[in-house]
């Protein structure tokens, strides 16, 4: 086919950029705590099995323990309770993983305060600006957030509150999952939703109204600031767990020189 030789050739000849938006996985990856009586993810380990020694002469492998929110991963429906009838991530169509993406940056206004929220004038504004939300695609979040993602203190960004990182409002996370077309949201922080959305109502909105609309969550991205607001394309590929709730996922983005 034509149209995949051209995007081959794109690609090889340096016409078409390929970005990593996704975060190195290792025992350093920030992850989500939860208060008691909560149950707890695990962080990421690796547990060698050999290399090239007596255990396997020739080759290196490991075997690794991990949560499926922990690092650059992906929510399925099902992983909240409004979703709980919706898809398992083994049941998300591949067509579905790769979709426009659209870049709203409020990383000046996440700056000057750790709890900004994206409103829906927010995104108006910016469709008057850019155009529509594109129908099946994803609204990628930057708040620059990825900047502390090598200490997990930075990260949370807790105190006796509770954690202080950037989101969207519960009006705002309605607005996307009942009036826009999208597939799903992308964030640069630990999950979809603001550090203090467990006060909202509902709580966590994102989680709940997405989810429950059967769309999709992106978490902990990095490189945002280097895709334009319209045009990319972006390819995530999380693992086909059956019945799992969600997956570390390796988000690429595509996007034109």
Known sequence: M?????LLDGIRGGGIDVLDLTAPLSERTPILALPEP?????????QEISRYDERGPAWYWNNFTTGEHTGTHFDAPVHWVTGRDGEDVSQIAPARLIAPAVVLDFSAQSADDPDFLLEIDHVKAW????????DGGWLLYRTGWDVRAHDQGEFLNADETGPHTPGMSADCARFLAEETPIAGIGVETVGTD????????????????????????????????RLPPTGAVVIAGPLPIVGGSGSPVRVLALVER
Request: charge should be negative; aromatic fraction near 12%.
């Open 127 to 134: 469709e008057s600006e850019h155009g529509p939300l594109p």
């Open 38 to 46: 909560f149950g707890q993810t695990v962080p990421f380990t690796l």
């Open 194 to 225: 603001a550090g203090a959305a467990h006060s909202f109502d509902p709580a966590f909105p994102c989680h709940s109204y997405l989810l429950g609309a059967g769309k999709y969550g992106l978490t902990q991205l990095r490189n945002l600031d």
């Open 2 to 6: 034509s149209v995949l030789r051209d």
